[in-house]
């Protein structure tokens, strides 16, 4: 008798722990989200002197898979044309997060040697062309860059980006939603 109440609570345990954590098991893949993350994404101002004359630019880098907006002092003078603005604020999404913004979990997903030109001959008007072609580009990357674009001279101070490559595809054009602030992955170009 003693034995077989031992092997039933046994058989008990054992079922609980095959149970997990209470969550089923399905066979439909579910998009949860991000993984939580404890980083806060807020930045403090630097400490140092701004550059003198230099502008004020807005970027948004990556925390826990989400943009997040962050003003940088430009020490370049201010710029022009659409083209000079788009060169100025790659520059600072190319630039590696200081040690500051790295500790609030900021990185960047633009990759180094990325650069930017005016349209071409036969391109819409606002057209920026990219060395890589967008759809090559990361994810995440490609969103930091529409979002800081949209809404700047870069991009006609419109919410639209229009975005190529080096090749002869044409352009196409890419929206900066809160939705895609929250969900980078969602960033589509029609």
């Not at 054992?14 to 969550?23: D, E, N, P, Q, S």
């Amino acid at each position: 008798m003693r034995r077989t109440a031992r092997t039933a609570a046994l058989a008990a345990a054992l079922c609980a722990l095959a149970a997990g954590c209470g969550i089923r098991g399905t066979a439909v893949p579910v998009d949860a989200g991000s993984a939580p993350s404890r980083a806060s994404c807020l930045t403090r101002p630097a400490p140092a002197t701004p550059p003198p004359n230099g502008p004020a630019l807005t970027v948004q880098l990556v925390c826990a898979s989400q943009l997040a907006p962050v003003v940088r002092q430009h020490s370049a003078p201010g710029a022009e044309r659409p083209v000079d603005m788009a060169r100025a604020l790659l520059d600072e999404l190319r630039r590696q997060p200081s040690s500051a913004e790295e500790g609030t979990g900021l990185s960047t997903d633009v990759p180094q040697r990325l650069t930017v030109a005016g349209p071409r001959r036969d391109d819409p008007a606002g057209t920026l062309r990219l060395s890589t072609p967008p759809d090559e580009l990361p994810q995440l990357g490609l969103a930091q860059i529409v979002c800081t674009f949209a809404g700047t001279a870069a991009a006609g101070n419109r919410r639209s980006v229009l975005l190529g490559g080096p090749g002869g595809e044409a352009p196409r054009s890419y929206v900066c939603t809160d939705d895609v602030r929250a969900h980078p992955e969602n960033l589509q170009g029609d």
